[in-house]
């Protein structure tokens, strides 16, 4: 286990802005950071970081949190796995107390997959160095290929023995476990039971995520087997999914971003020889279809992308499907292709470094030109082969989101083909108007769909025999009380205001007078005071468990500090911490005062009053609730005096706290 010093070293040290920014494209905005959505797919940045407060926001998806919590977000790390990788990303060495046999079993099985895929690739890389046999088939068939030993050590390059199964008894050798073997795929188990390793013979490709983790690998053969296939992939499994990965990515995001543009090719040696020739803004959809998943992880980094292509004229014409993909996702896209005969790798194996570079500027292609120029002169002396071509062009440029750009790929379209740019014009617009009515079908479904499902754990909250629209109204009441409660205590709870108080006293007469007293409280105990006076609870048990911790923390540091009280929260808790540490960068995302003119409301004019306000607020409708569990615990056959007294001293305090805010609501009750 780490130690809670290593941990303690890890969160002051870390950045969130930089931990993010290894990750996500940020641009300074304020004294704050946004970008695009890494957790959906959007075309406005909806995503911010806050440097001050260290912690993020996703607004399209509702997540946010610290460094830590971006990690198991995105990366879908452990938050042991988290740690590891901000204090190997800082420096700092870990320290580790000793865990017992019970927590080793307990650890998180996806953990487990990683570790055996972290040591099968330690395994695959030593075999090859080390052995003859892999020195003889794997090192020297990689050397063949032109790649140096510091290329074969960047990318983790191995060999996997011939032998049937020489991984899976080193493994087994290990300690590792025969269910982890398989579930990576990295182990056959046959139904005599006899172990296989499915690499056996072939040069091995680790597969890495965006953060470094290896998820599976590529294993090629080199013998002369017709029947085993040329390229092995791992099979899916909890931590490698084929259609969300790009070979290349983890050593290629930096320069992505850095570039602003990156190059997509097909397989892993055409990443691997175009990093040896300084091109490393590069990644391979390592011989799957394209897919959006992918296109998304390119998105996050930049909004170019320029796809290598053979010169291969059928493999053309079945890999431009992708270019669609592209458009949807409302990136921009080029292609660029080799003369015959070549491909990436091998034309970047014998091209200097400055003609490589000139070459992709120069015949890199707007994706017009080059659907025009590669399909053209099949159809130029058939009209009906060119019309379905030009229809093939709008449907692509209708793919494209921006408005403008459409219009000026038609113009272009409308150049390059010799036809009317106005029946251009016309046939996009026919496809726009089906896709929209298309979508927005699609959305009345899903709202549909969405007004069937139930309110989770309503009964929690009232009486189940109220009618629903009834009971429907009293908990959006009371969740809204309650979370406008948690706003005041997360973001004034350190401030000093002066609060009135009255009280009622009665004279000698038996009548009524009140007395008001104004004293100075912290917000936090202002809160604290008066909701401990009455013994009740948030009924939302995320807004209970942040205010039991805010509460917690305002006693320890008597303000907020908010990277360190957001260490202390589950991620659940941290999504609606976080949502309201950043509601003010909401605004300023969307420029709401400048450009819709909507002023954001300072609740800093008159703190005491709003908290005071909704103080009270809170405490009518928790005792309404708290009156409605005691008038159900009556009953005909029992002794209800003393409940029947609580709920007349809780009536009491009701009539009171009416008469302080000038309104009766029974209604509530």
Same mark, same amino acid.
């Given at each position: 286990?780490?130690?809670?010093?290593?941990?303690?070293?890890?969160?002051?040290?870390?950045?969130?802005?930089?931990?993010?920014?290894?990750?996500?494209?940020?641009?300074?905005?304020?004294?704050?950071?946004?970008?695009? &959505?890494?957790?959906?797919?959007?075309?406005?940045?909806?995503?911010?970081?806050?440097?001050?407060?260290?912690?993020?926001?996703?607004?399209?998806?509702?997540?946010?949190?610290?460094?830590?919590?971006?990690?198991?977000?995105?990366?879908?790390?452990?938050?042991?796995?988290? +740690?590891?990788?901000?204090?190997?990303?800082?420096?700092?060495?870990?320290?580790?107390?000793?865990?017992?046999?019970?927590?080793?079993?307990?650890?998180?099985?996806?953990?487990?997959?990683?570790?055996?895929?972290?040591?099968?690739?330690?395994?695959?890389?030593?075999?090859?160095?080390?052995?003859?046999?892999?020195?003889?088939?794997?090192?020297?068939?990689?050397?063949?290929?032109?790649?140096?030993?510091?290329?074969?050590?960047?990318?983790?390059?191995?060999?996997?023995?011939?032998?049937?199964?020489?991984?899976?008894?080193?493994?087994?050798?290990?300690?590792?476990?025969?269910?982890?073997?398989?579930?990576?795929?990295?182990?056959?188990?046959?139904?005599?039971?006899?172990?296989?390793?499915?690499?056996?013979?072939?040069?091995?490709?680790?597969?890495?995520?965006?953060?470094?983790?290896?998820?599976?690998?590529?294993?090629?053969?080199?013998?002369?087997?017709?029947?085993?296939?040329?390229?092995?992939?791992?099979?899916?499994?909890?931590?490698?999914?084929?259609?969300?990965?790009?070979?290349?990515?983890?050593?290629?995001?930096?320069? +992505?971003?850095?570039?602003?543009?990156?190059?997509?090719?097909?397989?892993?040696?055409?990443?691997?020889?175009?990093?040896?020739?300084?091109?490393?803004?590069?990644?391979?959809?390592? $011989?799957?279809?394209?897919?959006?998943?992918?296109?998304?992880?390119?998105?996050?980094?930049?909004?170019? +992308?320029?796809? !290598?292509?053979?010169?291969?004229?059928? $493999?053309?014409?079945?890999?431009?499907?992708?270019?669609?993909?592209?458009?949807?996702?409302?990136?921009?896209?080029?292609?660029?292709?080799?003369?015959?005969?070549?491909?990436?790798?091998?034309?970047?194996?014998?091209?200097?470094?400055?003609?490589?570079?000139?070459?992709?500027?120069?015949?890199?292609?707007?994706?017009?030109?080059?659907?025009?120029?590669?399909?053209?002169?099949?159809?130029?002396?058939?009209?009906?082969?060119?019309?379905?071509?030009?229809?093939?062009?709008?449907?692509?440029?209708?793919?494209?989101?921006?408005?403008?750009?459409?219009?000026?790929?038609?113009?272009?379209?409308?150049?390059?083909?010799?036809?009317?740019?106005?029946?251009?014009?016309?046939?996009?617009?026919?496809?726009?108007?089906?896709?929209?009515?298309?979508?927005?079908?699609?959305?009345?479904?899903?709202?549909?769909?969405?007004?069937?499902?139930?309110?989770?754990?309503?009964?929690?909250?009232?009486?189940?025999?109220?009618?629903?629209?009834?009971?429907?109204?009293?908990?959006?009441?009371?969740?809204?009380?309650?979370?406008?409660?948690?706003?005041?205590?997360?973001?004034?709870?350190?401030?000093?205001?002066?609060?009135?108080?009255?009280?009622?006293?009665?004279?000698?007469?038996?009548?009524?007078?009140?007395?008001?007293?104004?004293?100075?409280?912290?917000?936090?105990?202002?809160?604290?005071?008066?909701?401990?006076?009455?013994?009740?609870?948030?009924? #939302?048990?995320?807004?209970?468990?942040?205010?039991?911790?805010?509460?917690?923390?305002?006693?320890?540091?008597?303000?907020?500090?908010?990277?360190?009280?957001?260490?202390?929260?589950?991620?659940?808790?941290?999504?609606?911490?976080?949502?309201?540490?950043?509601?003010?960068?909401?605004?300023?995302?969307?420029?709401?005062?400048?450009?819709?003119?909507?002023?954001?409301?300072?609740?800093?004019?008159?703190?005491?009053?709003?908290?005071?306000?909704?103080?009270?607020?809170?405490?009518?409708?928790?005792?309404?609730?708290?009156?409605?569990?005691?008038?159900?615990?009556?009953?005909?056959?029992?002794?209800?005096?003393?409940?029947?007294?609580?709920?007349?001293?809780? #009536?009491? !305090?009701? #009539?009171?706290?009416?008469?302080?805010? #000038?309104?009766?609501?029974? &209604?509530?009750?």
């Amino acid at each position: 286990m780490i130690s809670k010093n290593t941990i303690d070293t890890v969160f002051e040290t870390a950045r969130v802005e930089e931990v993010i920014g290894d990750f996500v494209v940020l641009k300074k905005s304020g004294t704050n950071y946004k970008g695009l &959505s890494p957790f959906s797919n959007e075309r406005s940045p909806s995503f911010m970081v806050s440097p001050v407060k260290q912690i993020w926001k996703d607004f399209s998806s509702g997540k946010g949190g610290n460094s830590v919590a971006f990690l198991m977000e995105h990366e879908h790390f452990s938050y042991p796995e988290a +740690i590891r990788y901000l204090a190997k990303k800082y420096n700092i060495e870990i320290e580790e107390t000793e865990q017992s046999e019970q927590q080793k079993e307990q650890a998180n099985e996806k953990e487990s997959m990683y570790l055996v895929s972290e040591f099968a690739q330690k395994y695959f890389n030593t075999t090859m160095l080390t052995t003859d046999e892999g020195q003889a088939i794997g090192y020297s068939y990689f050397k063949e290929r032109g790649f140096t030993a510091d290329t074969i050590k960047k990318f983790g390059l191995g060999y996997s023995p011939e032998e049937w199964d020489a991984f899976t008894k080193e493994a087994l050798g290990k300690a590792y476990k025969l269910e982890y073997l398989e579930k990576t795929g990295f182990t056959i188990v046959r139904e005599d039971g006899r172990h296989i390793d499915r690499f056996r013979g072939r040069v091995m490709f680790p597969i890495q995520s965006m953060s470094g983790r290896v998820l599976g690998f590529g294993g090629r053969i080199l013998g002369n087997d017709k029947k085993a296939a040329k390229y092995l992939n791992s099979p899916e499994s909890d931590i490698y999914h084929k259609s969300k990965v790009l070979y290349g990515i983890f050593h290629a995001k930096q320069e +992505i971003a850095k570039k602003d543009n990156c190059y997509l090719v097909e397989g892993y040696t055409d990443v691997i020889q175009m990093h040896q020739a300084g091109i490393e803004n590069v990644v391979a959809s390592s $011989g799957t279809a394209l897919t959006p998943d992918q296109i998304r992880l390119i998105n996050r980094l930049s909004k170019n +992308i320029t796809v !290598l292509f053979d010169g291969d004229a059928a $493999g053309l014409r079945a890999s431009i499907r992708g270019i669609d993909l592209i458009l949807e996702e409302g990136m921009n896209v080029k292609v660029c292709t080799f003369p015959d005969g070549d491909d990436p790798d091998s034309f970047a194996k014998k091209t200097p470094h400055d003609e490589l570079i000139k070459y992709l500027d120069e015949n890199a292609k707007d994706f017009i030109q080059f659907k025009a120029s590669l399909l053209m002169d099949e159809a130029k002396n058939d009209p009906v082969k060119k019309a379905g071509l030009i229809r093939d062009m709008v449907s692509s440029i209708a793919k494209i989101p921006d408005r403008i750009q459409r219009e000026v790929y038609i113009q272009e379209c409308a150049r390059i083909m010799d036809i009317s740019e106005q029946v251009l014009a016309s046939t996009l617009a026919q496809l726009v108007s089906k896709e929209i009515a298309d979508t927005g079908k699609k959305m009345k479904e899903e709202q549909k769909a969405n007004a069937m499902r139930p309110v989770p754990n309503e009964e929690d909250y009232f009486d189940p025999s109220m009618p629903p629209d009834q009971q429907q109204e009293r908990i959006n009441i009371l969740e809204g009380l309650e979370r406008r409660m948690i706003e005041i205590l997360l973001l004034y709870g350190g401030t000093v205001q002066e609060f009135e108080d009255v009280y009622i006293k009665f004279d000698e007469f038996g009548k009524e007078h009140e007395h008001s007293e104004k004293k100075e409280y912290k917000v936090y105990e202002r809160i604290y005071l008066n909701l401990q006076e009455d013994e009740i609870q948030f009924t #939302n048990p995320v807004f209970r468990d942040i205010y039991k911790a805010a509460i917690d923390h305002y006693h320890a540091h008597q303000e907020m500090n908010v990277d360190v009280f957001m260490n202390t929260l589950e991620p659940e808790l941290q999504y609606v911490a976080t949502d309201i540490f950043m509601q003010d960068e909401k605004y300023n995302l969307h420029d709401w005062e400048e450009k819709k003119q909507i002023p954001v409301k300072d609740k800093n004019m008159s703190v005491a009053q709003y908290t005071n306000e909704h103080i009270v607020d809170l405490r009518w409708l928790l005792l309404g609730r708290l009156i409605q569990d005691l008038k159900m615990q009556v009953s005909p056959d029992a002794d209800n005096m003393e409940i029947l007294m609580s709920v007349n001293d809780y #009536n009491t !305090l009701v #009539n009171y706290l009416s008469r302080k805010i #000038n309104r009766l609501r029974s &209604s509530f009750f």
